[in-house]
């Protein structure tokens, strides 16, 4: 027995919908004779007549016409749906995305952007993974997610990565230290001040005292360690220490008056923002446009940090 098709399907519920085969012809913008034949052969794919054909009578459907109409009806409407769906899909609209971002740049740097992403897509599913790089790092090799956002000193064993831009790191103080007021500070006028870091267990306190080396700046003192800049940053507003962060992690507070970023005579190095993924994987619709979002919004920013001035050395 011969199966019946899509195409046949829809022809026969146009001959319903539309009260006889020369209409639906007409409508389809195919001949009479083309229409019959569908017809016909859906007739001896069911085994039953789908329509009386009386001469000089309106074609109505039989009682098994009926049956079939509401199938092909519900055929072609899931069709259609199949396809807006895919459609959706194949745009973006539709989906799942799963995004990691090193935890020190989630809640300034990240966040809004994110919220852009909902807002504009609101039928994908986001998910986002916060943790350290190495946390980060781990998740992208595993397939957990398919893209993130990571600060680091250039590229990534392992991992194919973007530059994004070049964020600065910078010494930040209260406004109540005794060096807060100080110019062209110089690394042994900082030889005696307590700093406040990451903990040295971290691979981010490793790039930070090697950053900090380059610059010069060894041999201080660690009075205290915290797992986040959050911490990091809370500590050191409440007048204790002094501590290298991110500038976008502290941009709020120095604007706010509530933290200070020290004037060196040496501005720090940079570090980089990048969004890395693992090589070979394609990226679904969806999880492309958080990718250019991202480039998009990252790729524009203008990492100012106060008196250090303009960012050097930013990559070709």
Known sequence: MQE????????FATVVEQGGIGAAARALDLTQPSISTHVRRLECTVGRPL???RRGRRAETTAS???LYDFARQVVEGTEDLRRLFARFGAGEWG???????RSLAHTMLAPILVEFAQRWPQVDLSVHTGTLSRIRELLLAGVVSLAVVVTEGDLPDLESIFLHAEPLVLIASPRHHLAERSSLRPRDLCDSAFVTA???????QTVQRLLARAGIIGHPIAMEAEDSTTIRGIVRAGFGVAALLWSSVKEDVERGH???LDLAV???????RLAYLPGRSLTPAERNLRDLLLKRLGQMDANPGRQGPVRGRPS
């Open 4 to 11: 019946a098709t899509l195409r046949q399907l829809r022809i």
């Open 51 to 53: 329509l009386d054909r």
């Open 65 to 67: 016409g009926r049956i």
């Open 96 to 102: 799942t995305v799963v995004a990691g971002v090193q």
């Open 199 to 205: 903990l040295r267990s971290s691979s981010h306190y």
């Open 259 to 261: 933290l200070v970023v």
């Open 267 to 273: 501005p720090l190095p940079s570090m980089e923002v």
